[in-house]
C-alpha cells in the first residue's frame, strides 16, 4: 500500500492537536485539584506565668524516732498493802498527782511511837538541864563535889543526844508514812498497771507501773557527717525544727534542734541528732515513726516556676515559654519545691513568661497568645533538702 505525502501531513497534523488538548484539559484539571490557599492556624491562648526570684529557705529533711524525755518504773520505797489506785491506766497525770496508795496505818503508827518517844525523851532532856544547873550552884558554894557536877553534865549531854535521835526517828517515821503514796513526779502518761488493790507490795521489788513524759518530746534521728557544717551551729543560734506524721493530713509540731552527739559512727558516717518538740496534745507518742525538716539557713536570688509549668521527657526536664508569639520548649534543671513552685536552676530567666495552660495542646514553635495568669502566693514549705 502506498500513501501520498498529503495523507501523512494531515495525520501529523491531527496528533499534535489531539496533544495540544490533552494538555489544557490536565493543566485545567490541576487547577481545580489545588483549590484556594489555607489560612494558617490562629494563636492559641494561654496562661503564663513569670519566673520569680526570690530568697527561700534550705531544708534538711530525716526520717526519725521519737522518744520520751523521761520514762521511768513506778515503785514503793515501803512494804504494804495496795490500798487504793485512784488513777486509771493510761491516765495523763500532772506533777504531785497521787497515783498509788499503800496501807499507811502500820506506818502512822510508828510515827506515833517515835513522837511520844521524842517527848519523854525532851522531859528527861528538862531534868537533866535543871539538875545539872543545881549541881553546879551547888559545887561553886562547895556544897557538891565535881564527880556529881561532872555526872549531872554527861547527863545533860545524854539527854540533848537522845532527843536528837528522837527527832531523827520521828523524821524517818514521816518519811516512811510519806513513801506509803507514790506521786507523779512529773507531767506524763500512765501505761497498764502492773498491781490491784489488795497487792501486797514489797519495797523496792514490785513494779507497779510506768510513766512517760510527752511534752516536750525527743525526736531523735542521724544526719549524714556532711551535714554537720551546717548543724553544729545550734548552740549558738536556733536551728527550727519541724515534724509531721504521714497520717495525721499535714498537722505540724514545731521545736527546735537540741543535741548532736560527740562522735561519728564511722561504720555508717553518721551521727545521732536529736530535737526537742512541743507536744501539748500529747498526740506523739514515744517509738513512732515521724518527718523531721531543719531550717539550716536561707538561699537568696532563687529562680522560682509554678509546678503545673515543668514537662518531663526522655532528654530531662521541661518548661514551655512564651517568646514572640511562639512557644519554645527549654530544657531545665530542677531542686527543692516550695508549695505550688519548684526551684530551677538553668534553663530561665527571671520574668521568662513560662506557660501553665494549654499545655497539651501546644508543641514546640506553635503559635501562641500569652494570658497573664493570676499570681500565685509563695508557699513556704519545701518539698526537698535544699
Do not use: C
Not at 549541881?135 to 549531854?157: E, I, M, R
Not at 537522845?162 to 520521828?170: E, G, H, I, N, S
Request: proline share 5%; hydrophobic share 40%.
Amino acid at each position: 500500500m502506498s500513501f501520498s505525502l498529503k495523507n501523512i501531513g494531515l495525520g501529523t497534523s491531527a496528533v499534535a492537536l489531539v496533544a495540544i488538548g490533552v494538555a489544557l484539559l490536565a493543566s485545567s484539571g490541576q487547577g481545580d485539584a489545588r483549590g484556594p490557599a489555607v489560612a494558617s492556624p490562629p494563636p492559641l491562648p494561654v496562661l503564663v506565668a513569670a519566673v520569680d526570684q526570690r530568697t527561700v529557705p534550705v531544708y534538711l529533711d530525716f526520717v526519725a524516732t521519737t522518744e520520751a524525755i523521761r520514762n521511768i518504773t513506778l515503785e514503793a520505797k515501803v512494804t504494804g498493802y495496795l490500798a487504793s489506785q485512784p488513777v486509771g491506766d493510761g491516765a495523763d497525770v500532772s506533777p504531785g498527782q497521787l497515783l498509788y496508795q499503800i496501807d499507811r496505818r502500820d506506818y502512822q503508827v510508828a510515827l506515833d511511837q517515835a513522837s511520844a518517844q521524842a517527848r519523854r525523851d525532851a522531859a528527861a532532856l528538862d531534868y537533866s538541864r535543871v539538875s545539872q544547873h543545881r549541881t553546879a550552884v551547888l559545887a561553886k558554894d562547895g556544897w557538891a563535889t565535881q564527880d556529881s557536877f561532872d555526872q549531872t553534865t554527861s547527863t545533860l549531854n545524854q539527854s540533848q543526844a537522845t532527843l536528837a535521835a528522837d527527832a531523827a526517828a520521828v523524821e524517818a517515821a514521816k518519811l516512811n508514812l510519806g513513801y506509803t503514796e507514790i506521786r507523779s513526779p512529773f507531767a506524763g502518761r500512765l501505761g497498764r498497771s502492773l498491781v490491784h488493790e489488795g497487792t501486797l507490795i514489797n519495797a523496792a521489788g514490785t513494779q507497779l507501773n510506768t510513766l512517760v513524759q510527752l511534752d516536750p518530746i525527743y525526736v531523735t534521728f542521724n544526719p549524714s557527717e556532711t551535714d554537720l557544717n551546717r548543724l553544729g551551729e545550734y548552740r549558738a543560734k536556733t536551728i527550727p525544727a519541724e515534724v509531721t506524721m504521714p497520717d495525721q493530713d499535714g498537722k505540724r509540731y514545731a521545736g527546735t534542734l537540741t543535741f548532736l552527739d560527740n562522735t561519728v559512727d564511722r561504720n555508717t558516717g553518721t551521727i545521732v541528732a536529736r530535737a526537742t518538740i512541743v507536744n501539748p496534745d500529747h498526740s506523739l507518742l514515744p517509738g513512732e515513726f515521724v518527718h523531721v525538716r531543719l531550717h539550716v539557713g536561707d538561699r537568696p536570688d532563687t529562680l522560682l516556676v509554678p509546678q503545673v509549668a515543668l514537662g518531663s521527657s526522655q532528654l530531662g526536664k521541661y518548661v514551655y515559654v512564651a517568646d514572640n508569639g511562639k512557644a519554645q520548649q527549654r530544657m531545665v534543671s530542677i531542686g527543692a519545691t516550695y508549695g505550688d513552685r519548684i526551684v530551677v536552676t538553668k534553663g530561665v530567666t527571671v520574668g521568662d513568661a513560662v506557660i501553665v495552660g494549654n499545655l497539651q495542646k501546644i508543641a514546640p514553635g506553635a503559635p501562641v497568645r500569652p494570658i497573664a495568669g493570676q499570681r500565685q502566693a509563695f508557699g513556704g514549705t519545701s518539698a526537698g533538702a535544699g
